[in-house]
């Protein structure tokens, strides 16, 4: 167990960086060590891309990382929106954002892992102030067929930071298929006591910088190949670094929710997980339009779609009576401000305000249906195929409206 007796990261005494502090100083940092800033593209992928939408800041890099000649060079640094669905079960606890801004930098080719750990380990505690007591690593550890990552293991015994070795854990890949490799990540200590345990063994150890060794390839049939290039990727998640840099005690506690969470529960007193909820999903959802999807029942839309009646069931649990058309101008352009989105807050009202509409119309129709003498039992696939198909009802809010 470490002994350190100040759990909380400090960046000096009466200094407290902002969320664009932090993004200027990281770009600073990387630019003077020969990087070029590149723009971060929208939450939507370029052509070809498998995903709905960019989930990490390598989306737009694909070619570059497997070797066609990047305009700028071969160190990158860039900030990038992000949106991923497969954390929407966990937004609500302490550390996940339906969208957020990722930090990100690339040696395409150029430096190794133990360069890139070193750099972002400067950052952290030169930079950005965090006690080096707080922080631990984790490295890949080997498996049948790739050894353990003894350069990044090394680096971080030079520092005398605590390491961890783990193997799912440390393996990065982008799907099934594609550039994968070993990664060594830097965990932040949240709690009240001094760190304990390992970043696998508690989770106040919070994930804040992924550094990937993207080495490989892997086929179809499994087989990993070498990439043309040995590519280095980083991401370092901005509201998870500024909250705790804020002296936060969640993601929501930094300077991006401050206005949310002064402004929504004067609005509509909610508990904390359904307040956090709806901030989340409200805040992903301008994003979302803001980068030109519309709801749908299909794709990104349906995705803008979910966000928007999962939040609205929430926010009408006790309360039916409450409406979007209520929300303060503020917050809609504080969002479209952070996230560098040119459109108008009143355009972003109005898809809100038309799904809000669509979705009671939905809900007192699928009342009516649910009340049939057939539906009054037990369902089988059968109806909630029927329910789908034939009234627009998905098995989701079926079940949801069965609770009612």
């Known amino acids: 167990m470490n002994t350190r007796t100040s759990p909380r990261p400090t960046t000096g005494p009466g200094t407290r960086l902002s969320t664009e502090d932090i993004v200027r100083r990281f770009v600073e940092y990387f630019e003077e060590r020969g990087h070029r800033r590149i723009t971060g593209s929208t939450l939507l992928p370029p052509p070809g891309d498998p995903v709905l939408f960019t989930t990490s800041g390598m989306h737009p890099l694909t070619p570059y990382l497997e070797g066609r000649p990047h305009p700028l060079g071969r160190r990158l640094v860039n900030v990038q929106r992000c949106l991923r669905t497969t954390d929407l079960e966990e937004v609500g606890d302490s550390t996940h954002l339906t969208v957020f801004r990722m930090l990100g930098t690339w040696s395409l080719g150029d430096y190794e892992g133990p360069q890139s750990l070193d750099w972002g380990y400067g950052l952290l505690t030169d930079g950005f102030g965090i006690d080096p007591g707080l922080l631990h690593a984790t490295v890949f550890g080997g498996d049948e067929r790739i050894g353990p990552d003894t350069a990044s293991l090394e680096l971080w015994q030079e520092h005398g930071l605590p390491v961890e070795l783990t193997v799912d ?16 990540e830097i965990f932040l200590w949240t709690g009240d006591t ?3 345990s390992t970043p ?17 390839r892997r086929l179809d049939d499994g087989s990993l190949v070498p990439l043309p290039q040995r590519n280095i990727d ?4 901005l509201e998870r670094l500024a909250s705790s840099l804020q002296g936060g005690r969640s993601v929501y506690d930094g300077d991006f929710f401050a206005p949310w969470l002064r402004l929504v529960p004067g609005l509509w007193p909610l508990d904390e997980p359904s307040l956090r909820l709806v901030c989340d999903h409200l805040r992903s959802a301008m994003v979302v339009i803001g980068d030109g999807v519309r709801p749908a029942n299909t794709g990104r839309g349906y995705v803008l779609r979910r966000l928007v009646r999962r939040l609205l069931t929430v926010l009408w649990r006790d309360d039916s009576s ?10 809609m352009r504080h969002t479209l401000v952070h996230f560098r ?3 108008d807050p009143d355009d972003v009202r109005r898809v809100l305000l038309d799904e809000e509409r669509r979705f009671r119309q939905l809900l007192e129709r699928g009342r009516q249906v649910l009340a049939r003498p057939r539906f009054r039992g037990p369902l089988d696939e059968e109806d909630f195929h029927y329910l789908h198909d034939t009234h627009g009802l998905p098995r989701d809010l079926v079940l949801s409206l069965r609770q009612e």
């Open 341 to 343: 989105q040119d459109m």
């Open 194 to 196: 001094p760190p304990e």
């Open 234 to 237: 980083t991401g370092l998640g």
């Open 322 to 331: 409450r409406e979007l058309v209520d929300l303060p101008g503020e917050l």
């Open 200 to 216: 696998t063994g508690d989770d106040r150890w919070v994930e804040v910088w992924n550094h990937v060794m993207m080495r490989h």
């Open 169 to 184: 854990d440390n393996w990065w890949s982008n799907g099934p298929t594609g550039p994968c490799g070993p990664d060594s």
